[in-house]
Nanobody, 124 residues
Framework: QVQLVESGGGLVQAGGSLRLSCAAS????????MGWFRQAPGKEREFVAR????????FYADSVKGRATISRDNTKNTVYLRMNSLEPEDTAVYYC?????????????????WGQGTQVTVSS
């Protein structure tokens, strides 16, 4: 089992920045690739970013490419998502998730463990 707890969400003005954190506990954090997803009201959960086991390989959704940076610190069992130039369209609940898959995984079903989510609201 892997337990994931997100933090860092909140209300931010358009154009602002935010850094989300996801703290993991349980099984060896370094054995999991980590992803960030988001879900806006009335919409399906969508992929945002993914980082490989060692933090070298990253992959981003087109919607956030150039504005988002995913990183991880395996010594702290934590994965981060920094978002810049936030837009009202970025408003959603943001979730982190863990997967044992080596290949880049962008579908929610590819992930085994999920956090409870943290709300990000971007005002115009």
């Amino acid at each position: 089992q892997v337990q994931l707890v997100e933090s860092g969400g909140g209300l931010v003005q358009a154009g602002g920045s935010l850094r989300l954190s996801c703290a993991a506990s349980g099984r060896t954090f370094g054995n999991y690739a980590m992803g960030w997803f988001r879900q806006a009201p009335g919409k399906e959960r969508e992929f945002v970013a993914r980082i490989g086991w060692y933090g070298i390989s990253t992959f981003y959704a087109d919607s956030v490419k150039g504005r988002a940076t995913i990183s991880r610190d395996n010594t702290k069992n934590t994965v981060y998502l920094r978002m810049n130039s936030l837009e009202p369209e970025d408003t959603a609940v943001y979730y982190c998730a863990a997967t044992r898959l080596l290949a880049v995984a962008t579908m929610p079903n590819d992930y085994d463990y999920w956090g409870q989510g943290t709300q990000v609201t971007v005002s115009s």
